[in-house]
């Protein structure tokens, strides 16, 4: 990455969240005078997303650690790669992440990576397994040399707490593998996960994510004059939370890195969420997103918002080097993209897919210039072979719009648009083919285990354009010939089914919409797209919170 040409001071504005959309589990890391988050992905492929920024004000997604040949079929929603940690030392920039193969009653099936490389771009090396202990694994590169892992430890005996300590064990690079002992180094009572190590003022100092990932969430932090403890928590119960707080905009708040600036002053990189609300009820439909703070270390050593207080900011003022990035606050931000498929290969810092890469003869862009020819693949319950591309959902003002020509011949085809959550939770507008009906348009929604399909829609010959409007925890449909008016397609739909509070189960995402084509007879059929537009809206406040 480049350096910044012009080293004057300038205190500039962070607006939160700085990365929109689903991009937790920030993991946070200078180079000289570049910046990189690194967020989870889940079940998502690629997977651990990289962005990078020289003024923390903008952020550019710059591809994925794990892409060419990653796989994770078979995985449940919600598992996958979860908080992937990036760190940089002897050169190399190392990336540990977790793999969740299954999540069932109180079993856990959990693989840990390392891959390395000497370029943030890659390529990076093949994965070297740290075991399968926990969690949240992350490095902890010691000022003597010395490398170690610090996890969460997984206990699957139901009669003993799940969250079983944080643990440290050594690393020996020229080995590429664990020493093979860990020793439990902190816990605590209640659940505490996501642990960062750090040494500041002769401290090692312990971050870490307490609460669990809703809305209780929050950072506290440990601290020990020895690697190994015992290790002293923080008198107060959070350096970061809103559980305290339900009013304020940026919920769930935790999950949090440390970076020092150039200047010496401390960062915070953290999770949060932006419900929209139903009923009275919060729905984060966004997911959770990646907010930056400003912190210190206090008179007595331990770490606090600089600011004060324990709630997080949504505009936080820095002192940068480089040029003004600053933008005004408070006035709407309009923002978005369109794809023509008139490239060679998708954007694939834009698209994703589930579980693994949609091969190029299935998400063919040269069957039909300027096109994207979609074949049909598996049913939505599916944990295989899923045609569909998505991308994320940054505002809760969200337009989407496609133009489809298909030619459905049977019920058991289908292509269309859809707001997508997991395989229990999306709204799809498909255009598909019955006896009765012939080819006609239909809103099918999964929530939970219950399938709904609205009345038929007619539809005439020909393209048809299809757009989704989201406002906050709704949406609405539009179909159109590509000559005509835009029609509304009878109903509101729930958008605040497709969040991580909506029903009993342990969500982890975020909202995507894309689109999809489903063959249930695997006799090749397809549905061809074109120019995929979507544009977002927010209103960024104008003071802190």
Not at 77 to 83: I, L, Q, R, Y
Not at 383 to 404: A, G, K, N, P, Y
Request: with cysteine.
């Amino acid at each position: 990455m480049s350096v910044s040409p012009d080293r004057t001071p300038r205190v500039v504005s962070i607006q939160n969240p700085v990365l929109r959309g689903f991009n937790p589990d920030p993991s946070f890391l200078r180079v000289g005078d570049d910046y990189y988050l690194a967020t989870s992905t889940f079940e998502y492929h690629p997977a651990v997303r990289l962005h990078h920024s020289t003024d923390l004000v903008h952020w550019e997604t710059i591809g994925h650690a794990l892409d060419d040949g990653f796989d994770l079929k078979g995985i449940p929603d919600s598992g996958g790669v979860w908080a992937p940690s990036l760190s940089h030392a002897d050169g190399v920039f190392w990336l540990a992440y977790s793999v969740v193969r299954s999540t069932d009653g109180d079993d856990k099936d959990i693989d840990n990576y390392l891959v390395t490389a000497t370029d943030i771009g890659g390529p990076w090396s093949a994965p070297v397994h740290l075991g399968s202990r926990g969690f949240d694994f992350s490095f902890f590169h010691d000022p003597d040399g010395s490398h170690w892992i610090v996890g969460v430890q997984w206990d699957q005996r139901p009669e003993h707490p799940s969250f079983s300590g944080l643990v440290i064990e050594q690393y020996l690079p020229e080995e590429r593998r664990c020493a093979g002992e860990a020793r439990v180094i902190y816990s605590e009572d209640s659940l505490v996960e996501g642990p960062n190590l750090y040494v500041v003022d002769g401290w090692y100092r312990l971050l870490i994510a307490a609460g669990g990932t809703g809305w209780n969430h929050g950072i506290t932090s440990a601290r020990s004059r020895s690697l190994f403890g015992p290790y002293e928590r923080d008198p107060r119960p959070a350096v970061l939370t809103t559980r305290d707080a339900p009013g304020e905009p940026l919920q769930k708040a935790g999950h949090g890195e440390l970076v020092q600036t150039p200047a010496g002053g401390w960062l915070l990189a953290h999770l949060a969420s932006r419900p929209t609300m139903h009923l009275g009820e919060r729905y984060s439909t966004l997911g959770r997103e990646t907010c930056l703070q400003a912190v210190r270390f206090d008179e007595d050593g331990w770490l606090r918002l600089r600011d004060g207080g324990h709630h997080p900011q949504t505009v936080v003022a820095i002192e940068a080097v480089g040029p003004d990035a600053s933008r005004a606050a408070g006035s709407p931000v309009h923002r978005g993209f369109a794809d023509e498929f008139d490239q060679p290969e998708l954007d694939r810092r834009r698209w994703s897919t589930l579980r693994s890469a949609v091969p190029g003869d299935v998400a063919d862009l040269r069957a039909r210039t300027g096109w994207l020819r979609l074949r049909g693949g598996h049913s939505p319950s599916s944990v295989f072979d899923q045609s569909m591309l998505v991308t994320r959902i940054e505002e809760h003002e969200s337009t989407v719009e496609i133009v489809l020509d298909a030619a459905p011949t049977s019920p058991r085809e289908a292509a269309g648009l859809i707001a997508w959550y997991d395989r229990s939770g999306w709204i799809w507008l498909q255009l598909t083919f019955d006896a009765e009906h012939g080819r006609h348009l239909r809103v099918v929604q999964r929530d939970g285990t219950r399938t709904t399909r609205s009345e038929p829609v007619a539809v005439p010959a020909g393209p048809l354009r299809l757009r989704a409007e989201l406002s906050g925890p709704e949406l609405r449909f539009a179909v159109a010939g590509t000559a005509s008016e835009w029609s509304a397609v009878p109903g509101v739909w729930p958008a605040w089914t497709l969040s991580d509070d909506h029903g009993d189960r342990l969500r982890f995402t975020g909202l995507f919409f894309g689109v999809r084509a489903d063959d249930l007879d695997g006799r090749g059929w397809a549905a061809d797209f074109d120019r995929f537009e979507i544009g977002f809206v927010d209103s960024r406040s104008a003071s802190s919170s």
